[in-house]
């Protein structure tokens, strides 16, 4: 996030985004909601990063700096919302859960931006309704200020399958394996299989998004099967991942 930009309104609008395509460091004045239609959306921000897949909808708060990615073709609706109104009263970024009444709202409302219709008010007003029941997910990776928990993290994000304990990972760092437990919990407010959990998961939902085959995938990502890569996977997001929708 090398050049970020000042964007006063947040766009209301559907657009489409190429696997692998970024959009660079910005911030609204407004409030923003952003839903990957199709593929799998990643948000980045100083604090941390999120992966949403189509079941989910990233809350992006105005003023705060984020980046976009895009993991498989990705269908992006992006919906803005006035600074004064903030139906879910969230001031960081967060994962919502996308209802399937939810998805067509959002998919409809961004696709006539300019429709200042009264049924278009209408529509925007069940919108908000469904906002503000849209329970919240816990998939946010954070990112760590600590020197030492930067070193470890950044070992298990090349590669997310190392399954060294951490402990093994603290003699390669330099640190005990108490110092880095308790450095987890009070920079990321997580434990460190919690983070680990969190970090493959956000990398299957990108292999996913590139077909990636399940077995493949639950191999890459460190689990020590397909069935358990699977049960984890349906506990976090409600569905398999040979089920999951990626387009």
Known sequence: MTQIRHEPVAPTRTQWLAPGSAIDAHR?????IVYAGRGVLGVATSAGSWVAPGTRAIWVPAGTMHAHQAHGELELHLVGLPATENPLSLDTPTVLAVSPLLRELIVAYTRTPDDDSPERARLRAVLIDQLR????QPLHLPTPSSPLLRAVCDILRAD???????????REVGASDRTLSRLFRRDLGMTFPQWRTQLRLHHALVLLAGRTPVTAVAHRCGWSSASAFIDVFRRTFGHTPGSHSIG
Request: without cysteine.
């Open 28 to 32: 609204h004045d407004d409030h923003q």
């Open 160 to 170: 997310p399958a190392d399954g060294r304990t951490l402990a093994e990972l603290g």
């Open 133 to 136: 029941v849209s329970p919240q």
